[in-house]
């Protein structure tokens, strides 16, 4: 409505001019596993170990992963121990892959970027496929996550390497890891080895603490030690095979930081963050439009803002460039739809990648 400020003056305040971008989550771990206690199949917040720890209780005797041990603490203290602040937890009733399914239909609807089955690794094909399933299943809800998964204890560079995943939103981490855990019976420390999946939770808090465009390469895992140490053949061949590699230099550092995708353009994990940053950032700028008018005003408003968000992303450095295009047909007015077509490229990346959004 326009307000009279002067006689014969007046001026109209309309909000679209001040809309922007919400905050946007890039860092957020969703996980589930079997703990002593908590609730179970419920989503618990969790800022820091010691609030996990609370919640969940703490672990039992490690006994080689063969007496289906605890998994949910020792995953959580390997992502606090390397950056991760907020994780979605959520403890399954067992260890069965139905329970485990159970547990992750908890977090489909929650903003997480990183999603991985706690102290479950490659050699277990049923959990595997309902962490791919849980990928497909969120992205096709617009939850859009990466998730991580490690190397079997023992399995060697012939299994490693000959895994079968293919995915730009599936990370396979090798190998395991050397850690200290206590027995509660005993109150002793001993060091053991622990699969690959616990290896991945330590990458999963890694890559949570970084920015979506700084890559987790050569950056060092704080870990005590590897299973195995590959010689610079076998790191190499690893590295081909799209196995996100662990190995001892200057402490234990990321070889490269790839999914498991066989197209080169989704090769890099900063590629996937980049562009699945830019699609949340796109629904959040555009959420506030809803129920305003379609016309070329409004469009142009958003347009606008989008450009705001986007030109943001280039000054960090997320983004080399992009182009924008917000636009309706006819019928796309009648219905309340536009049509949001980006071309994106991310830094470290040849590609340019084309995304095309419908928002109504």
């Given at each position: 409505?326009?307000?009279?400020?002067?006689?014969?003056?007046?001026?109209?305040?309309?909000?679209?001019?001040?809309?922007?971008?919400?905050?946007?989550?890039?860092?957020?771990?969703?996980?589930?596993?079997?703990?002593?206690?908590?609730?179970?199949?419920?989503v618990q917040i969790l800022g820091s170990f010691s609030e996990a720890k609370a919640i969940f209780g703490v672990s039992d005797a490690w006994q080689g992963g063969t007496k289906n041990e605890l998994t949910l603490i020792r995953a959580l203290e390997q992502i606090y121990n390397n950056g991760g602040k907020t994780v979605y937890a959520v403890r399954s009733e067992g260890v069965t892959v139905d329970n485990y399914k159970t547990a992750l239909a908890e977090l489909e609807n929650e903003i997480v970027n990183l999603v991985l089955l706690a102290g479950q690794?490659?050699?277990?094909v049923g959990m595997a496929n309902a962490l791919i399933a849980h990928l497909t299943t969120t992205a096709g809800i617009k939850r859009e996550?990466?998730?991580?998964?490690?190397?079997?204890?023992?399995?060697?560079?012939?299994?490693?390497?000959?895994?079968?995943?293919?995915?730009?939103?599936?990370?396979?981490?090798?190998?395991?890891?050397?850690?200290?855990?206590?027995?509660?019976?005993?109150?002793?420390?001993?060091?053991?080895?622990?699969?690959?999946?616990?290896?991945?939770?330590?990458v999963a808090?890694?890559?949570?603490?970084?920015?979506?465009?700084s890559s987790p390469t050569n950056?060092?895992?704080?870990?005590?030690?590897?299973?195995?140490?590959?010689?610079?053949?076998?790191?190499?061949?690893?590295?081909?095979?799209?196995?996100?590699?662990?190995?001892?230099?200057?402490?234990?550092?990321v070889v490269k930081g790839i999914t498991?995708?066989?197209?080169?353009?989704?090769?890099?994990?900063?590629?996937?963050?980049i562009v699945d940053y830019a699609i949340y950032g796109v629904r959040s700028a555009c959420n506030p439009y809803i129920g305003k008018l379609n016309n070329d005003r409004v469009r142009g408003a958003m347009k606008a803002t989008l450009d705001a968000f986007l030109t943001r992303m280039v000054e960090d450095e997320a983004l080399v460039g992009y182009s924008l295009d917000v636009s309706a047909t006819r019928a796309q007015?009648?219905?309340?739809?536009?049509?949001?077509?980006?071309?994106?490229?991310?830094?470290?990346?040849?590609?340019?990648?084309?995304v095309t959004m419908y928002l109504g």
């Open positions: 409505m326009a307000e009279v400020i002067l006689p014969g003056t007046y001026i109209t305040v309309r909000d679209e001019g001040l809309i922007s971008a919400g905050r946007i989550a890039s860092g957020y771990i969703g996980i589930v596993g079997t703990a002593a206690s908590g609730p179970i199949n419920q690794d490659s050699s277990n996550r990466i998730g991580l998964i490690g190397s079997a204890l023992g399995d060697d560079i012939a299994k490693i390497s000959g895994h079968s995943y293919a995915s730009d939103r599936l990370i396979f981490v090798a190998p395991g890891i050397k850690s200290s855990v206590s027995d509660p019976a005993t109150q002793t420390v001993s060091q053991v080895s622990l699969p690959g999946s616990y290896l991945a939770a330590a808090g890694l890559i949570a603490a970084l920015p979506v465009q950056k060092t895992v704080a870990i005590e030690g590897l299973t195995t140490n590959f010689s610079a053949s076998q790191l190499e061949q690893l590295v081909q095979k799209r196995v996100l590699v662990v190995e001892k230099r200057e402490g234990w550092r498991t995708a066989t197209n080169s353009a989704w090769h890099q994990i900063t590629t996937r963050r007015q009648i219905a309340g739809e536009v049509q949001v077509s980006l071309t994106l490229q991310p830094t470290f990346s040849i590609d340019f990648i084309l």
